[in-house]
């Protein structure tokens, strides 16, 4: 199945922006654009994420965007959390073959009170208002809430939502360390890794992978080798209708062959450094945080952090994570 990997949201409130960013970068939606009818001054200057992610800051109509991506795209607009998995909606727009586009019956006024997903060939049908019956107008609570909510309510959800989060170690967790693995051609998945993320996401976690990449610092591959080994582990698990949050790796190492990369860093384990990080940009709220590794500095990273450690030392990693959660 062909994974939609375009959005425009339209942006109507700024305090929960980072939030959507998260969610859309979640499911490796790569070409985002906003349209910021919220505000008189530029997101760009307001939002260093915008700038760092390629995303950009438009005030143009959903029209003219629209053509430019020439492609399948998400919609949202931010005054209604969409909550629901992109997954779910991708594979029922693909089997209807149709447009998705999800609108409130009581109001005509597409964009104030919608999401959805928009074939490219059909954006003249959905932007206009006369050709309403051309939309597929959901149930209630089908796949999302149409209800808008308030900022308190708003913070709530995504409060619930960050309350379940995991850490995972990447070689001898996801895959099997055969030594520095760099490069696709190595990538070996551990038995029951994929089973063990989707039921991950089943139950509603925040998963993050954190791996000490040293193999970058000794010389053996570079950074733009992990990233795209990276993209293909996120991709991997798409085609098997599951996801992460996100990869973060640490190319420092003491000893390295390489200069820029010899020294000793907080973000390489156990140091903390990705872990204050991803509390901070993701919004983690709980302390009840797992941190599954195989290694001796996993263990430590998790002390230092305060969460529970993990050691995994077995064979089947769904089997492992099943008995502790």
Not at 7 to 14: S, T, Y
Not at 238 to 257: E, G, L, V, W
Not at 270 to 283: A, D, E, R, S, V
Not at 298 to 319: P, S
Request: glycine share 4%; charged share 30%.
């Amino acid at each position: 199945m062909k994974k939609i990997d375009s959005a425009i949201l339209v942006l109507n409130k700024k305090y929960h922006l980072k939030y959507f960013l998260n969610l859309l970068q979640k499911f490796k939606i790569n070409n985002l654009r906003v349209i910021d009818i919220g505000s008189q001054k530029s997101l760009m200057n307001q939002n260093k994420n915008l700038k760092k992610n390629n995303i950009t800051d438009l005030n143009e109509k959903i029209f003219t965007i629209a053509q430019q991506l020439k492609k399948n795209f998400f919609l949202f607009d931010s005054n209604f959390y969409p909550k629901f998995n992109l997954f779910k909606l991708e594979k029922k727009f693909y089997s209807k073959n149709k447009s998705l586009f999800f609108i409130s019956k009581s109001n005509s006024k597409i964009i104030d009170k919608s999401m959805g997903i928009i074939k490219y060939k059909d954006i003249s049908k959905v932007f206009n208002e006369k050709n309403i019956n051309n939309f597929l107008i959901t149930k209630k609570n089908e796949i999302l809430c149409l209800k808008k909510i308030s900022k308190d309510r708003l913070f709530k959800i995504f409060t619930n939502l960050n309350k379940k989060t995991i850490f995972l170690d990447r070689d001898g967790v996801i895959n099997e360390d055969t030594g520095y693995v760099g490069f696709k051609k190595d990538f070996r998945w551990k038995a029951g890794a994929i089973k063990a993320i989707k039921y991950l996401v089943k139950k509603n976690y925040n998963i993050f992978i954190i791996t000490n990449q040293s193999g970058v610092a000794r010389g053996f591959y570079s950074e733009k080798d992990v990233k795209i080994l990276n993209d293909y582990i996120i991709d991997q698990l798409r085609i098997n209708d599951c996801y992460i949050n996100q990869i973060y790796y640490s190319p420092f190492h003491k000893d390295a062959n390489i200069q820029k990369y010899k020294k000793i860093s907080s973000c390489r384990k156990p140091g903390t450094k990705f872990y204050k990080l991803i509390k901070k940009n993701w919004g983690i709220v709980s302390k009840n945080i797992y941190m599954i590794g195989d290694q001796k500095s996993d263990m430590e990273f998790a002390m230092n952090c305060g969460i529970k450690g993990k050691l995994f030392k077995k064979k089947n990693l769904y089997t492992f994570i099943k008995k502790i959660i």
